[in-house]
């Protein structure tokens, strides 16, 4: 998908490709809602279909105004930040235990960050709104994580395609422009690539700990710089790596540094 968002906003403003992404994800689901009937919609938390859309949305824009202005694996890297960001987060809104290893890897991979943000000894200004992308994803996935326990795939994201859509439609009239042909289908292909990712993310994390889904999603990191060189002759420099590195063992420990052992908890807990 971050392929398609990085050709999009070569030519188009990341604001539309943000709704265009929701809004092909919304008529992609309809079938599937019409033929279990719209009362499959039904919910009793709203409000956290709104909260986590809200903060999808907001990582959405974070995540591909990055995409547009940095290499591909540099936009993909800063958006897979935010397992550092949701043991806080879980800790703060959730009061589930902080874990000493989880500090540990909180605090590598934020070196791992800085190595990213500032490449060259100079401060990447737009790798930060790539960064502030990763705190709305912790969010939105912790957001993910709680709906996931009473609602259904297929109306979780059913529901933030929609709310997405509603929401990020007053930017998108502020910077419309007429897309090409190649265009359209380029947006249809990535309402399908976003929309099928969230089905399968969120029916992961409801029948598997972050700890196990997780570190698959840093895969998506060696596609973007593959994709990155082939279509538009990145190349990445030994600092991105072993940033790259440090990030993806930091966010790896953290999910698993808070898991059950042999049925238990470890002792190791930091009191909320």
Known sequence: MGAVVKQLTQSLPSEM???MRNLFGVALLLPLVWGGGFVRLKTQVFHLH????????????CFFYALANLPLADGMLLK???????PLIAWYWLSEPMYRTVLLAIAIGFVGVILVLNPGGEFNQI???GLLG????SLAKVSLRRLGKSEPSVRVVFYFALLSTLISSIPMGWNWQQPTATEWWLFALLGLFGTLGQLLLTRGYAIATAARVSPFTYTSVLFGAAYGYLFWGETLSLQFIFGAFLIGLAGIIALKGGRETNGRLTNDAVSN
Request: proline share 3%; aromatic share 14%.
């Open 50 to 61: 709104l909260l986590r859309s809200v903060a999808g949305v907001s990582a959405m824009y």
């Open 134 to 137: 990763g705190i709305f994803a």
């Open 17 to 19: 490709a943000v709704f």
């Open 80 to 86: 897979m930040t935010s397992p550092l960001f949701m």
């Open 127 to 129: 790798a930060l709104i």
